[in-house]
Structure formats: structure tokens, C-alpha cells
């Protein structure tokens, strides 16, 4: 079993950054595929980013590229989420998702079966 607990969420301004992270536990994620997913109010949860175990290769939403940056620490079995020019519609709960068969390429397709209990992310002024 993967315990996921994200952090690092908030109220922030359009254009102002935030960075999320993930902390794993309950066993190590050094193999895992990683990732983040949000949800916004009445609309369906959708990918955002996603990064592979070896940290080589790594996949992000359209709406996002350019703008975010996914990253990982394997020494202490954590993802971050590093956002940059936030816009109002960035506005989620924000999931952190592990997955041990997934590559970094099909993760929005096929999130494993480990998630966090989310992070609000509210931009607005």
C-alpha cells in the first residue's frame, strides 16, 4: 500500500506561483510513475502532469505546458508541482496519483490505483 498526502495549496493571485509536493509513505514510489490530477467545481477530474521513476521523462496537459514543471526526490519519496502564471481556471483540488505500471506517456489514461486526499488551488483576485 502507497500513502499519498499533498501540500502546499492556497489562494493566490492570477500570474503568482505555487508549489504542491507529494509525500509518499507506506512503501517507496522509487518505482512508480507519478502524477497529478485535478478536479474543478462540477466538471470532470483531468490529468495535469506526470513524471516516470527514473525522473527522464516526463508529460503534461496542453493547458498546462509551458507553465508548470513536475518533479521528484527520490531520497525522500516526494513529487512537487511546481506552478507558474496562474490563471483563474487553474482553480482545483489538485490529486497526487501513483502508479506502478503506467509510463510517463499514458498516465492520463491509466492513473493507478493510489490518491491523495487533494490540495485546493484557488487563483483569483
Known amino acids: 500500500q502507497v500513502q499519498l498526502v499533498e501540500s502546499g495549496g492556497g489562494l493566490v493571485q492570477p500570474g503568482g506561483s505555487l508549489r504542491l509536493s507529494c509525500a509518499a509513505s507506506?512503501?517507496?514510489?522509487?518505482?512508480?510513475?507519478m502524477g497529478w490530477f485535478r478536479q474543478a467545481p462540477g466538471k470532470e477530474r483531468e490529468f495535469v502532469a506526470a513524471?516516470?521513476?527514473?525522473?527522464?521523462?516526463?508529460a503534461y496537459a496542453d493547458s498546462v505546458k509551458g507553465r508548470f514543471a513536475v518533479s521528484r526526490d527520490g531520497a525522500k519519496n516526494t513529487v512537487s508541482l511546481q506552478m507558474n502564471n496562474l490563471k483563474p481556471e487553474d482553480t482545483a483540488v489538485y490529486y497526487c496519483?501513483?502508479?506502478?505500471?503506467?509510463?510517463?506517456?499514458?498516465?492520463?489514461?491509466?492513473?493507478?490505483?493510489?490518491w491523495g486526499q487533494g490540495t485546493q488551488v484557488t487563483v483569483s483576485s
Open positions: 496519483n501513483a502508479n506502478r505500471y503506467s509510463s510517463a506517456s499514458t498516465f492520463a489514461t491509466t492513473p493507478g490505483d493510489y
Open positions: 513524471i516516470n521513476w527514473s525522473a527522464t521523462s516526463t
Open positions: 507506506g512503501r517507496t514510489i522509487s518505482l512508480y510513475t
